[in-house]
């Protein structure tokens, strides 16, 4: 346990932060999963949507890289074709 103020708070810091990050990664994984659960067209794209959405802000937050989110959108959007 630390003995100074600096590293406390540190410690404090960190545990929201990696509140925050995991609350977001997970409802990234829980959107993916719906759409690959086989909803209908119109859902599926409206979900869509909202895990672009979600991956862009997580992005640019920097709780996943990149190219990270990139990679994901790609792939989501290929599956989404190939159910079409």
């Known amino acids: 346990m630390p003995q100074h103020k600096s590293p406390m708070k540190r ?3 960190d545990k ?3 509140a925050r990050n995991n ?3 997970r409802t990234i994984r829980t959107m ?3 759409i690959e659960a086989g909803l209908p067209e119109e859902e599926r ?3 869509l949507d ?3 959405s979600q991956l862009d802000k997580a992005a640019k937050k920097g709780v996943i ?3 990270t989110a990139s990679r994901r959108k790609s792939r989501l ?3 989404v074709n190939k159910q079409s």
Do not use: I, P
């Open 11 to 13: 410690m404090k810091t």
């Open 16 to 18: 929201k932060r990696a």
């Open 23 to 25: 609350y977001v990664k």
């Open 32 to 34: 993916t999963k719906q």
């Open 45 to 47: 794209n409206q979900l």
């Open 50 to 52: 909202k895990l672009y």
């Open 65 to 67: 890289h990149k190219r």
């Open 77 to 79: 959007a290929l599956f």
